[in-house]
């Protein structure tokens, strides 16, 4: 069930909101549990036990570190239990099969792939609750006494599918206020899920369908500018529908009394790649310099090493995005350009804006090739196509078609639709009208329409 669904809009969303503001103080946490858990079984039943069994790990992971706590071994015993048996899960549901071909090929093998069906959001919970067993057994936060307040910080459902990746401190006092909940935070919740619910379907869903017409046409029969127009419309798409994904879910959770962190903020104004990651998917990001970066040494042990620790945290972020070499060889794209910037070209990209935002556009823009084409021989077939020019399917009929929707995503891209919101949030008449303009046209969509994916489902 996705967020842009009629039925999560006008059954899911609405019975569960009902629910939780109709509870007592003291059993909010406890209807939330239950309202998520019935959000992550809706459709897969089968890996309801999966989500369990993660929860049940790091809660008494937790517990055990606050009894071992004058016991340094011990918390260390406990703490290596919690992230392999949480990890482990992860490994064998995501990267089986990614392993099984490796080897078969590799080493001539038969071995037969398991074909599982990725559970729901894992890439992101496995995170999120790793995260406080971890900052348990650092000291950054208490133990968490309570398996329903524990449990409905894993699977809260605003963030449990797609992010953004909520850290147990970001919320810890949160899940322990019993008046959490008041309306102006809810006003600004439903205007926040409004907003991105129309980055998702209105912009999102109308310049994805160029990128899968291009995918059909293949590659090899398609012109540079067709191919040049086909990466900046998936460029687009991705954006619009992540970060509206994300925007609906900081909504959700301000409807609900939580405050979550941002997870993008404009990406595409950058001026480098270094830019580029602070402000896209952030997260992400944080969890990464929080978990992996920083006890790695971070930037404190001399550049070769800050070299080194970059080029592992940049191979598991490409790793942790999908079961494939495509997001491997992506991952280690963006190392290389981020270790040339802290080398050198940083320096000059500071000195020049508009050679720093073109470079940083083209650079994003190759990354997305990458991206979004699992087969290998096809992405160089793409590459070819996008730096030499040559003929094949037009790109006219194309931009006739979806030059409007690219030309609205890249204004809205910028800092003008933020600017726009500043001059009209403090006059409620005009927000409602153009709320529930974008709502009206959003539904109408949806009814007349079948193309509504997600991207970040598979991840």
């Known amino acids: 069930m996705v967020f ?29 549990f239950v309202v998520s858990i019935v959000f ?9 036990p999966i989500i369990v069994l993660l929860i049940c790990i790091n809660y008494f992971s937790g517990l055990a570190l606050g009894h071992f706590k ?9 703490l290596a239990f919690s992230v392999i048996g949480s990890l482990s899960m992860l490994l064998v549901f995501k990267y089986t099969d990614f392993f099984i071909a490796n080897a078969n090929s ?26 406080y067993t971890i900052d348990v057994y650092r000291g950054d936060v208490a133990v968490e006494p309570s398996f329903i307040d524990f449990g409905a910080y894993v699977v809260m459902f605003p963030q449990l599918i797609a992010g953004p990746i ?48 291009i995918s059909t046409l293949g590659y090899e029969n398609i012109s540079t500018p067709l ?61 990464f310099r929080e978990y992996v970066y920083i006890p790695m040494g971070g930037n404190r042990l001399g550049l070769k090493r800050q070299i080194l620790n970059l080029f592992f945290v940049w191979f598991l972020t490409g790793f942790w995005h999908g079961a494939n070499w495509n997001f491997i060889i992506w991952g280690l794209y963006y190392f290389a350009l981020i270790a040339i910037e802290k080398l050198w070209l940083g320096n000059i990209l500071k000195k020049n804006n508009i050679f720093a935002h073109a470079y940083t556009l083209i650079a994003v823009l190759i990354g997305w090739v990458l991206f979004a084409i699992v087969d290998i021989p096809q992405i160089a077939v793409f590459l070819n196509r996008l730096f030499i020019p040559q003929g094949g399917i037009s790109a006219l009929y194309y931009v006739r078609n979806y030059g409007i ?55």
Do not use: C
């Open 70 to 78: 004058d016991n340094r071994k011990m918390q260390k015993i406990v």
């Open 227 to 287: 191919a040049w127009l086909g990466i900046v419309a998936f460029a687009l798409q991705i954006y619009f529908d992540f970060s509206g994904y994300s925007l609906m879910g900081i909504g959700m959770g301000k409807m609900l009394g939580f405050e979550f962190p941002d997870n993008f903020n404009l990406p595409y104004i950058s001026k480098s790649i270094t830019e580029f990651w602070r402000r896209w998917h952030m997260t992400l990001g944080s969890w």
């Open 40 to 48: 992550y079984s809706w459709g897969e039943m089968r890996y309801f």
């Open 166 to 213: 909520v850290m147990y401190r970001d919320v810890a006092a949160e899940l322990k206020i019993l008046d959490r909940v008041n309306l102006p935070a809810i006003e600004e919740g439903i205007a926040l899920f409004i907003f991105g619910l129309g980055k998702k379907v209105l912009i999102a869903n109308n310049i994805g369908a160029l990128w899968n017409e």
């Open 4 to 32: 842009s669904s009629l039925m999560f809009l006008f059954r899911f969303l609405p019975i569960s909101l009902l629910l939780y503001y109709l509870s007592p103080q003291k059993l909010k946490n406890f209807t939330l």
């Open 106 to 131: 590799l080493f001539n093998l038969t071995i037969t792939p398991l074909e599982l069906t990725l559970p729901l959001g894992i890439s992101f919970y496995t995170f999120q609750s790793m995260s």
């Open 405 to 459: 929707a690219i030309l609205v995503g890249i204004v809205m891209s910028t800092n003008f639709p933020l600017w726009v919101y500043e001059k009209i949030r403090k006059n409620k008449l005009v927000l409602i009208a153009l709320l529930s303009i974008i709502m009206v046209t959003t539904v109408a969509y949806l009814v007349d329409s079948t193309y509504n994916p997600f991207l970040y489902f598979r991840f």
